[in-house]
């Protein structure tokens, strides 16, 4: 078994969006029944499943373990420590905290996935992302849900020195906008799991048309960051039912800012004046 402190169920959330879809089941059955796995024989827990015996092999050691009976002993580890993984609240926020007790932990939460971020960062990355948004003539930011909203955010951020910046929010005009675009245009995905049908067909269209795009997720190993150009990896660990915490867009929010900020830097009298103009052009919104 895998000589650290994180526990299976971390392991299986870490992990998730890059399982295929009948490991996917396997990961569910296990979430759903932590306390019942660990008595499963493994042929029991593939019919339980619905799947072949070699697929709980397969799955025992995308997550690290040589085998099932040390899978299974580690099933038995965490569920001794009576830890739901189905938690929907954000960190390690339980019903009984008190609100002194879940404002730290959420602070506790949320600086975390900014160190993850940082400790993640590929410096290297991050200055190759910066030279295509330098040179592409457009940059289209795009996502799906609430990864969407990060995206427009990003458009928003870039659009205060630089008028090439737009955010495609519709999936279907997002492969649209691929098929549409020049080679030297750029794509800016947003996508924690890097795991959506959507984008996998956005980016398609994008290499058919020889488009370079930028991923921002979780999971450098997933389906989409094996098709993007580059990948950026962000931190912040959250399962399906935390979908869309304020800690993982904590964590790609504060990835954008050093983007945005390395971008920004190669040419600072440029991007000042323009965001001078963009000041005088909304000073009179304000009272």
Not at 93 to 114: M, P, Y
């Amino acid at each position: 078994m895998p000589n650290d402190n994180v526990s299976v169920y971390e392991r299986i959330s870490n992990e998730y969006y890059a399982l295929t879809a009948s490991e996917k089941k396997v990961a569910d059955y296990v979430l759903s029944n932590q306390k019942g796995t660990q008595f499963l024989s493994i042929s029991e827990l593939a019919n339980a499943c619905e799947v072949a015996e070699a697929t709980i092999s397969r799955f025992c050691r995308r997550l690290g373990y040589k085998g099932y009976n040390v899978f299974k002993l580690a099933v038995a580890n965490a569920a001794s420590q009576h830890k739901p993984w189905n938690n929907p609240l954000s960190g390690e926020v339980e019903e009984t905290d008190s609100l002194e007790d879940i404002s730290k932990k959420l602070c506790g939460a949320e600086i975390e996935a900014l160190n993850q971020t940082m400790e993640l960062l590929n410096l290297d990355a991050v200055r190759e992302a910066a030279d295509l948004l330098e040179k592409a003539p457009r940059v289209m930011c795009m996502g799906q849900g609430g990864s969407m909203i990060i995206a427009t955010e990003a458009c928003h951020l870039f659009s205060t020195v630089s008028n090439k910046f737009t955010a495609v929010g519709d999936s279907h005009i997002q492969a649209m906008a691929a098929a549409a675009a020049d080679p030297e245009d750029v794509i800016l995905f947003i996508s924690y799991s890097g795991s959506t049908k959507a984008m996998m067909d956005t980016f398609k269209q994008a290499e058919l048309r020889k488009v370079r795009t930028i991923l921002v997720t979780r999971f450098p190993n997933s389906p989409g960051a094996e098709l993007a150009d580059v990948v950026l990896q962000c931190g912040s660990h959250q399962n399906p039912l935390q979908s869309g915490s304020i800690p993982a867009r904590i964590a790609q929010l504060y990835l954008l800012d050093v983007l945005f900020s390395e971008f920004t830097r190669r040419n600072m009298d440029k991007y000042r004046s323009f965001r001078a103009r963009m000041a005088d052009a909304l000073a009179d919104q304000h009272l």
